[in-house]
């Protein structure tokens, strides 16, 4: 493989993560591709067409011309509309057909991955018509998918691979959003601290400080007198981050101490993946 060294965890992850979904959808009945997942408005069908949507956009693909229909509840903002394109053209598709397609696009991507000689810093076509690095876009290549296997394997029945590459990539994803939700989305106080103990196959302690000027920063080391603690699993972790859940549906595995106000607004404002 050719991929630059800064890529290659990326790369890794992605295979790992997308061959996992390949093998839990290839023996799916018409009828499970149906199935509701925790990505709101989306079933099976829907997931697995947005990483073939996706994987096709990496690989310079025309999209495709498509009209939405108007009654798409969770359609609520540009960006979400650019993304359900790749899902609502293939609403009809037969079981053989996405499996099929699916696998095309992963011989398609791996020969990409192997002949990849381009440089990290080098500008590639990003939704809505931005640009983004190809580093960035690996890494959230890596990160969405991942994050769309387990909400297949939610839907599915079929928990695993809680703690793989593509856990990892998630883990440092969120974790990089936290300041923002800590400092600024809900408000934490300058000079103060907060702290998120995070238990499970994925395993650690982050402490968000917000300074004198109210930016925020996240580190590894404890705080002495945290504003507010806020433990949980890894799995509701992911869950609430990525807006698969709302706090009150996993009350009972979340557990805060310090000023509740502070700590019912962070978890109002833990969802941060777009929708």
């Known amino acids: 493989m050719t991929v630059h060294p800064s890529l290659q965890n990326y790369a890794d992850a992605w295979t790992h993560s997308i061959e996992a979904i390949a093998e839990l959808v290839q023996p799916l009945v ?5 199935r509701p997942t925790p990505c709101p408005g989306w079933s099976v069908r829907d997931i697995v067409s947005h ?11 025309p999209r495709p011309i498509h009209s939405l229909p108007r009654d798409l509840y969770h359609v609520r903002s540009d960006f979400a509309r650019y993304m359900e394109v790749q899902v609502d053209v293939r609403r009809h598709h037969t ?8 696998e095309y696009i992963l011989i398609r991507r791996a020969r990409q991955l192997r002949n990849e000689n381009r440089s990290p810093e080098h500008l590639i076509r990003a939704p809505l018509g931005a640009e983004q690095s190809l580093e960035l876009a690996y890494r959230m290549r890596a990160f969405d998918v991942w994050v769309h ?6 839907a599915l029945g079929v928990p695993g691979n809680l703690d793989s590459a593509g856990a990892h990539v998630t883990r440092d994803v969120l974790l990089e959003a936290l300041p923002k939700v800590v400092a600024k989305d809900a408000g934490a106080p300058a000079s103060s601290a907060v702290v998120v103990d995070v238990s499970g196959p994925l395993e650690f302690l982050r402490t968000v400080r917000v300074d004198a000027e109210g930016r925020g920063s996240i580190d590894g080391a404890p705080s002495l007198g ?8 890894w799995e509701t972790f ?4 990525c807006g698969r859940v709302r706090p009150a549906e996993v009350a009972d595995r979340v557990k805060t101490e310090g000023d509740e106000a502070l700590a019912q607004a962070i978890l109002d404002n833990f969802a941060v993946t777009p929708r």
Do not use: C, H, K, Y
């Open 238 to 241: 992911v869950r609430l981050a």
């Open 51 to 61: 990483v073939i949507g996706m994987e096709t956009e990496m690989l310079g693909d």
């Open 149 to 154: 296997e387990q909400d297949l394997r939610f």
């Open 95 to 102: 079981a053989p057909e996405m499996t099929s397609e699916l």
């Open 226 to 233: 945290p504003a507010v603690t806020l433990a949980t699993d």
């Open 30 to 34: 018409e009828g499970e591709w149906n």
